[in-house]
């Protein structure tokens, strides 16, 4: 392809998809000045440098609500490519019906590029475009350098597929947390109260403690029951139990750490257990998301993603929450899944706690801003992992049903 021309949308996707798909020698970008700000046009040569694609980029402005402007930008454009191919997912709906009723009027090869479906489809003479395409398999950094963010690092540790011992590690302690959900707080509590107690060494693996310390706060007794689990499991490399203390030795400072923070494992276990199943394309647990993708040093507006999953070229974003989560919680994931992932990017928050019987006005919230609620009912139904792959098969389902008459009232060829 040697020239095409898209519709700048806000949904940055939108903006480079057919790009990636098709290599094409020069892109024209038609849409408003104010949102091809040097902010955005910085952030597609940053993208398109990354993906290796040396694509000529031009930019032609237009007054959106004006016709006669829009129109007079797309002869201008074709004057000068004749050979130029339309695509036309984005922008605003007065532009993009101008120029659906301009390609079919000059006989201009069009197409449509549904990541909701993934297909692309034929608006007029572009047949052979349409013949075997398949959507490309994107990553989330992929999808964060297109919003103009970055990956700026992880929250915790990522568990390595590879070790099988370390993964089935996680998988069995996050079904003794399902088992003990009221009295895993508890634990938690004791470790990290017993390497509380031993300061300066917080890179040890082993320690000795009272069976019952007291603390400023009250008292604070370790769980007989969950200890002999967790050195079953394999937590902890080594334990003995006398009259009054008890002794242990943590497998691995990885482990060590997870079990200081009462959530880990539920993120954790999610991660394996997609990771796993092989659908998705790209999966990556505990992200945080650095709002400036330029090569400066980090910017200091930055939020931590516990999981982020991608599926042909639609993303999914997962807020996981031990508790019944908050109404802030269920709009900050829906926030970030505008921001970064576009107007088809899923919002996620899976939940420990059984939110639809013990709070369901937070379910019809979730519902109402747009969050898909998973909770302690769907993971205890052993099909987790399907759920989510769920997700993308009632897009692909809607999508079909919604474009089945064609485009915006054009004829399909």
Known sequence: MKTLVELFDQDPMKNVLATYCFRPHRLILIGEADIMDSTARQTLSRLFSFWNIPVQIRYVPILPDNPSDIFRALRQTVREEPDAVFELSGGR????????????????????????????LSLHSCDGLAKG????????????????????????FVPNLQDKVMCERILKVFGLVLDNLKSWGGLVNYLQTVTHLQEGKEDALSFTARKIIRTDT?????????????????????????RDTISFTYCDVATKKCMMVHGFWLELSTYVRLLRTGFFDSV???????????????????????LILMKNCIPVFVSCKMGTPSPQALYEIRLLASRFGGENAKAVLLSAAPVRRDNPALAMRAADAGVTLFDLDDLNSG??????????????????????????????H
């Open 284 to 306: 990556k647990t505990s992200v945080v998301i650095d709002w400036d993708g330029s090569e400066r040093p980090s910017s200091f507006t930055k939020n931590e993603v516990d």
């Open 133 to 156: 395409f398949s959507m490309p398999k994107l990553h989330v950094k992929d999808l964060l350098l297109a919003a103009g963010a970055k990956i700026g690092g992880y929250g915790h």
């Open 218 to 242: 009250g008292l604070v007794r370790w769980n007989p029951t969950l200890f002999h689990a967790l050195h079953r499991i394999g937590v902890y490399r080594s334990f003995r139990e006398e």
């Open 383 to 412: 099909s987790i992992e399907q759920k989510f792959m769920d997700l993308f098969s009632k897009r692909t389902r809607q999508a079909e049903r919604g474009l089945g008459t064609g485009f915006k009232g054009l004829p399909m």
């Open 93 to 120: 709906d007065l532009p993009l019906c101008c120029t659906g009723a301009f390609c079919l009027r000059e006989n201009r090869a069009c197409f449509y590029l549904d990541s909701a479906s993934g297909k692309l």
